[in-house]
T-cell receptor, first 115, second 113 residues
Framework: GAVVSQHPSWVICKSGTSVKIECRSL??????MFWYRQFPKQSLMLMAT?????????EQGVEKDKFLINHASLTLSTLTVTSAHPEDSSFYIC???????????FGEGSWLTVV | GENVEQHPSTLSVQEGDSAVIKCTYS??????FPWYKQELGKRPQLIID?????GEKKDQRIAVTLNKTAKHFSLHITETQPEDSAVYFC????????????FGKGTLLTVNP
């Protein structure tokens, strides 16, 4: 099946710094990518929808200036957590769908720990 | 927007028994309903899905049923095994062009040997 790769799988950063997470579709063109955050023992919460070549659509309550999303090509979307704080520590996971949007594939996820 | 409710939040069964997880959705325009299995710290894995033009789908020990009128869908796992233990999420995809998935809160399934 289609593969979505996410990098890094885990990262530790200092409070106040920025962290970039990449999401790549390896064998298909992803017109739309989604970024989720998952806190321990909770469900996946959609943060934003990333559309190639246009601005991301953020869910209510998600700060667009803090969570910068760039979807510059049909195979790559990036999420940058700016000025990270300990409360941003979480599991971040992306998913992607192709042109038909029929099936959604998830990346491996990225564990972010802000110290 | 879409709202998905999932029950139960935890489910414990004996090996060999069946497990049923139920979800309801609010948006009658939703047309795609996948189920994911997630092990701790790993990505959700699609285990089965159903589209709104189908009432039931089965894949070996796993089946999903959909009642569009009542706006609910269920996951059925028969002959459960310890390796079925995980968190299961239902989701609904709303109509429109963005293919956005809304997830239920998840069900922690424990299969006891």
């Amino acid at each position: 099946g289609a593969v979505v790769s996410q990098h890094p799988s885990w990262v530790i950063c200092k409070s106040g710094t920025s962290v970039k997470i990449e999401c790549r579709s390896l064998d298909f063109q992803a017109t739309t990518m989604f970024w989720y955050r998952q806190f321990p023992k909770q469900s996946l919460m959609l943060m934003a929808t990333s559309n190639e070549g246009s601005k991301a659509t953020y869910e209510q309550g998600v700060e667009k200036d803090k969570f910068l999303i760039n979807h510059a090509s049909l195979t790559l979307s990036t999420l940058t957590v700016t000025s990270a704080h300990p409360e941003d520590s979480s599991f971040y996971i992306c998913s992607a769908s192709g042109h038909s949007g029929n099936t959604i594939y998830f990346g491996e996820g990225s564990w972010l720990t802000v110290v | 927007g879409e709202n998905v409710e999932q029950h139960p939040s935890t489910l414990s069964v004996q090996e060999g028994d069946s497990a049923v997880i139920k979800c309801t959705y609010s948006d009658s325009a939703s047309n795609y309903f996948p189920w994911y299995k997630q092990e701790l710290g790993k990505r959700p894995q699609l285990i089965i899905d159903i589209r709104s033009n189908v009432g039931e789908k089965k894949d070996q020990r796993i089946a999903v049923t959909l009642n569009k009128t009542a706006k609910h869908f269920s996951l059925h796992i028969t002959e459960t095994q310890p390796e079925d233990s995980a968190v299961y999420f239902c989701a609904a995809r709303s109509g429109g062009s963005n293919y956005k998935l809304t997830f239920g809160k998840g069900t922690l399934l424990t299969v006891n040997p």
